[in-house]
Nanobody
């Protein structure tokens, strides 16, 4: 089994910054893509940023130039640095990862989510 644990959410004023972290643990053989996704009430979960095992990144247009995704493969951890936050960034942020576990099965796993609220 694989677990993803997020941290770093909270309340911030518009224009402020937050850094999210997500650590993967458990029966991990290989972590392929890792990413951050967000969801607001009544809407689907949308991709914010993704990074593959080679470090290639992909962002939704609305966060380009403001958010930066990175990963530390030695720590099985992915980060999301969020700058110049806007009220429309308010959402529950989920960490996701595609993992090949020790039993050679490849699956997508999700964290429990962390609330980010941007408000004055």
């Amino acid at each position: 089994q694989v677990q993803l644990v997020e941290s770093g959410g909270g309340l911030v004023q518009p224009g402020g910054s937050l850094r999210l972290s997500c650590a993967a643990s458990g029966s991990i053989s290989v972590i392929y893509a890792m990413g951050w996704y967000r969801q607001t009430p009544g809407k689907q979960r949308d991709m914010v940023a993704e990074i593959n095992s080679a470090g290639v990144t992909n962002y939704v247009d609305s966060v380009k130039g403001r958010f930066t995704i990175s990963r530390d493969n030695a720590k099985n951890t992915v980060y999301l640095q969020m700058n110049s936050l806007k009220p429309e960034d308010t959402a529950v942020y989920f960490c996701g990862a595609v993992v090949r576990s020790s039993d050679s099965r490849t699956s997508r796993y999700w964290g429990q989510g962390t609330q980010v609220t941007v408000s004055s």
